[in-house]
């Protein structure tokens, strides 16, 4: 299981894009492709390999008026499924 301290970043192989055609945003990758919810566009977005998972929660929390509780299983729900993927990794994370 991959260590998940650290910041989270897409993976090298990962893209981040906006569909003009389907006005929505994706998540290209080489088998595929994503369709991204607008919560989903948010969290992806601000996963720059630099900002902590809380750092992230802290910021949609500011952004959106809720609370941080409320949002953080969200966000770790939405990241565990693309870690799983390999399209998420934590490219500064420690060994225990």
Not at 37 to 55: F, Q
Not at 78 to 96: M, Q, S
């Amino acid at each position: 299981m991959e260590n998940k301290k650290g910041a989270p970043r897409l993976s090298a192989k990962v893209r981040l894009r906006w569909d003009a055609v389907r006005g929505k945003p994706l998540l290209l990758y080489p088998e595929g492709v994503l369709i991204l919810n607008p919560s989903a566009e948010a969290i992806l977005s601000l996963c720059d390999g630099r900002r902590s998972v809380s750092e992230i929660v802290s910021e949609l929390a500011g952004r959106y008026g809720a609370e941080a509780v409320a949002l953080e299983a969200d966000v770790w729900e939405l990241l565990d499924k693309l870690i799983e993927r390999g399209l998420v990794v934590f490219p500064n994370a420690t060994e225990e």
